[in-house]
Nanobody, 124 residues
Framework: QVQLVESGGGLVQAGGSLRLSCAAS????????MGWYRQAPGKQRELLAA???????NYADSVKGRFTISRDNAKNTVYLQMNSLKPEDTAVYYC??????????????????WGQGTQVTVSS
């Protein structure tokens, strides 16, 4: 069973920075895309940034130029560096990955997995 453990959220003043980390573990053979989403109260979950195993990235317009996604394939970890934070960035942030896994009895599966979420609060 794949587990994604996020860290790095917290409270920051507007204009400040935070770095989120998300480490995946549990029977992983390979990970294709990894991404970060967020969900603010009363709003739908939105994709912020994604990165392929080869390092190609894409960003939502709302965070382009302020957020940077990166990954360490050897550690199955994805990062989100968030700069110039705004109060409207306040939300629960989730990481996601599409992974190929192998069970104890050599069954291979592919699927999407989610972290538990980490709160980011930006004060004005």
């Amino acid at each position: 069973q794949v587990q994604l453990v996020e860290s790095g959220g917290g409270l920051v003043q507007a204009g400040g920075s935070l770095r989120l980390s998300c480490a995946a573990s549990g029977g992983i053979v390979s990970i294709n895309a990894m991404g970060w989403y967020r969900q603010a109260p009363g709003k739908q979950r939105e994709l912020l940034a994604a990165i392929t195993s080869g390092g190609s990235t894409n960003y939502a317009d709302s965070v382009k130029g302020r957020f940077t996604i990166s990954r360490d394939n050897a550690k199955n970890t994805v990062y989100l560096q968030m700069n110039s934070l705004k109060p409207e960035d306040t939300a629960v942030y989730y990481c996601n990955c599409h992974a190929r896994t192998r069970t104890w009895n050599d069954v291979y599966r592919s699927g999407d997995y989610w972290g538990q979420g980490t709160q980011v609060t930006v004060s004005s």
